[in-house]
């Protein structure tokens, strides 16, 4: 099928994006603007399939992806004064390719580049964009999850200016962001402070590939025990949730496979099952009852990272 007729409007710069988003803005976001529904155009591999089928009949498409500055993986000099020192700033034109290829997204941002390299197939990998992916908020995409657990911020650029929202307060439902009308989304932000082991772990939907559970973990680890963690399911929920009950178990035990596989039995504490996502594929009970499972791969995964060493059966001495 063919997408019904649209403007196309290819920006060069984010300036000239934001002034063809401002010019095009709905009357909701902009009552003195115009009134065309407007979408941003970046990897295309959610938007141009969605055209296609006509679940999406844009008036007005803005195309990004020539903007060369916001397709790098950035990490600041160590060894400075600076606060941003260990960080990683991750542009929204990166693809999933590039950031789960990216050195230092391997070694400050584990989760997301682990997670990065789950999405999809490798052709979509190679197309798909993190913001594209990010501000779609497919409830069962993988890098949401990854960006809450490695506590991201995300960078919009807008019309009064740039605003930072963490990406934990970023995802408000199916589909639903904080992002504001004429807004862009320019860079994924991750701090010193979640430089941890970090490893995602899913069942994929058999034909989608999509998360029916995912479970993305960051977990700091210091004379094998956990310091800090961060746990997060996507797919059982309309947005990224915190598996908080496996975190306070976490934090202050030991690194050792019993420990973990005792914290992550709580994993189904923090999502009711009545409330879980349920389709023709997966019950929402079912989700639920899979992420214990899942959290437990994951975690065991990121503690490996954090440590060098695999997961001891017994807690260790050393």
Do not use: C
């Not at 401002?22 to 938007?47: M, N, R, S």
């Not at 990224?240 to 050792?256: I, K, Q, T």
């Not at 973990?260 to 709580?266: L, Q, Y």
């Not at 996502?277 to 959290?295: I, N, P």
């Amino acid at each position: 099928m063919f997408p019904e007729e649209f403007d196309y409007h290819r920006a060069t710069s984010v300036e000239e994006a934001l002034e063809l988003l401002a010019t095009h803005a709905d009357e909701d976001g902009d009552p003195e603007g115009g009134d065309a529904d407007v979408a941003v155009l970046a990897g295309g591999q959610g938007l141009l399939p969605a055209m296609k089928a006509r679940e999406s009949t844009p008036d007005v498409v803005v195309d990004v992806s020539d903007l060369d500055s916001l397709r790098g993986v950035e990490a600041p000099e160590r060894g400075g004064d600076d606060d941003a020192d260990g960080s990683l700033a991750v542009g929204a034109l990166a693809t999933h390719a590039t950031l789960a290829d990216s050195p230092a997204a391997g070694e400050r941002a584990t989760v997301l580049a682990a997670t990065a390299g789950e999405v999809a197939d490798r052709q979509i990998r190679n197309r798909g964009t993190v913001g594209g992916n990010l501000v779609e908020a497919h409830p069962a995409a993988d890098l949401p999850a990854a960006t809450v657990a490695a506590d991201a911020t995300l960078a919009l650029a807008g019309p009064d200016g740039e605003r930072a929202i963490p990406a934990e307060e970023f995802f408000e439902g199916d589909g639903e962001t904080a992002i504001e009308n004429g807004e862009l989304l320019t860079e994924i932000r991750v701090p010193s402070a979640r430089a941890a082991g970090g490893a995602y772990a899913k069942k994929p939907h058999p034909a989608s590939g999509f998360a029916l559970v995912g479970v993305a973990a960051s977990v700091a680890v210091r004379d094998w025990t956990v310091t800090d963690a961060r746990v997060v399911a996507s797919g059982a929920t309309d947005a990224p949730a915190r598996l908080r009950g496996v975190e306070d178990a976490l934090v202050g035990g030991g690194a050792d496979r019993e420990t973990i596989a005792d914290a992550t039995e709580r994993a189904g504490e923090d999502v009711d099952p009545k409330e879980a996502r349920a389709d023709a594929t997966a019950s929402g009970e079912f989700r639920v009852h899979l992420l214990s499972s899942y959290a437990e791969r994951a975690v065991t995964s990121a503690v490996e990272r954090a440590t060098g060493r695999a997961a001891s059966a017994e807690p260790r001495e050393d």
